[in-house]
C-alpha cells in the first residue's frame, strides 16, 4: 500500500497527454480542391507532368509555391 502512495504523490502533479505528439502541420490540414475524377483522368493518360503543375498551382495560395515545393 505504501508503494501505491509513494507513486500517487509521484505521479499526482504529471497530467498525461495523449495528443502531445500529433500536432498536424499547415500542409496537412490544407484540402486540395481537386474533383478525383480529373486526377483519375490526368493518371490514365500518363500526364503526371500536368497534374504536378496543377497541384503546385493549387499549393502556391499555400505558400508552397514552385520554387519551394515540399513534394518535388
Known amino acids: 500500500m ?3 502512495q509513494v507513486l500517487k504523490f509521484i505521479f499526482q502533479n504529471d497530467q498525461l497527454s495523449f495528443t502531445e505528439n500529433l500536432l498536424c502541420t499547415e500542409e496537412e490540414l ?3 480542391d481537386v474533383p478525383r ?3 483519375e483522368e490526368l493518371l490514365s493518360m ?4 500536368e497534374l ?5 498551382l493549387l499549393w ?4 508552397q ?3 519551394n515545393n515540399l513534394h518535388a
Open 60 to 63: 502556391e495560395g499555400w505558400g
Open 2 to 4: 505504501e508503494i501505491l
Open 65 to 67: 509555391g514552385r520554387d
Open 37 to 39: 475524377e480529373k486526377v
Open 46 to 49: 500518363g500526364e503526371i507532368d
Open 30 to 32: 490544407s484540402v486540395i
Open 52 to 56: 504536378k503543375d496543377l497541384l503546385d
